[in-house]
């Protein structure tokens, strides 16, 4: 069984992570971090390699993959999901005010109406 993170190097994504790390270690199962979508939260070589070094320090097993199809993170998590089969994705929220979804959109929301599995959606 997998759990799905979608990572972003924000304050959501490090809380985010946190939480499928958790999850993946309370239920033994494997762990896919991905660092997708467009520029802003695609993470360089060197905070993938810390990112890495925390991952095994913690003691799961994972997998670390970053994605860069062109597609929204959002698409990118679910076409993920869908294609890997996993159990949890787990994501990262931050405050938005209506208007402020209602003109940018939400890759959470999204992501929480379009996935076939459970989601967690963990607060920064």
């Known amino acids: 069984m997998t759990i799905l993170v979608g990572y972003t190097r924000t304050p959501e994504g490090h ?3 946190t939480a499928a790390t958790s999850e993946a270690t309370l239920r033994g199962e494997r762990l ?16 993938l390699a810390h ?18 199809r062109g597609l929204s993170a959002a698409d990118e998590v679910l ?13 990262g929220l931050r405050r938005r005010s209506p208007v402020g979804k209602f003109l ?10 379009d996935a076939d599995c459970p989601v967690l959606a963990v607060k920064a």
């Open 15 to 17: 809380a985010a992570l």
């Open 104 to 113: 940018l959109g939400s890759n959470a929301q999204k992501i929480l109406l």
């Open 79 to 91: 076409a993920t999901a869908q294609a890997e089969s996993v159990q949890l994705i787990v994501i």
């Open 51 to 68: 990112l890495e070094s925390d991952l095994r320090a913690a003691g799961a097993e994972f997998e670390l993959r970053q994605q860069s």
């Open 32 to 47: 896919l971090v991905l660092n997708a979508g467009e520029q802003p939260g695609q993470a360089d070589s060197s905070s």
